[in-house]
């Protein structure tokens, strides 16, 4: 099966494939893909795992890629 958002396949599409979470400072938001989508300049995914994009940078917010 496809991983779901959030996740990623390492080794491609390959079924039983293990799925590995998105790291920190990135996200993917649709099932069944091979890579997570890193967050542009200015914006941070602080937790692993996330489905949802980017957050933006405030003032009391240090982003490092």
């Known amino acids: 099966t496809c991983c779901p958002a959030g996740k990623y396949a390492a080794n491609g599409y390959a079924v039983g494939a293990a799925c590995t979470l998105c790291p ?3 996200y993917q938001s649709t099932a069944g893909n091979v890579n997570c989508i890193t967050c542009a300049s200015g914006q ?3 937790s692993t795992g996330q489905s949802s994009g980017c957050k933006t940078c405030t003032a ?3 982003c490092k890629h």
């Open 24 to 26: 920190v400072g990135q």
């Open 44 to 46: 941070y995914q602080s």
């Open 60 to 62: 009391v917010c240090f």
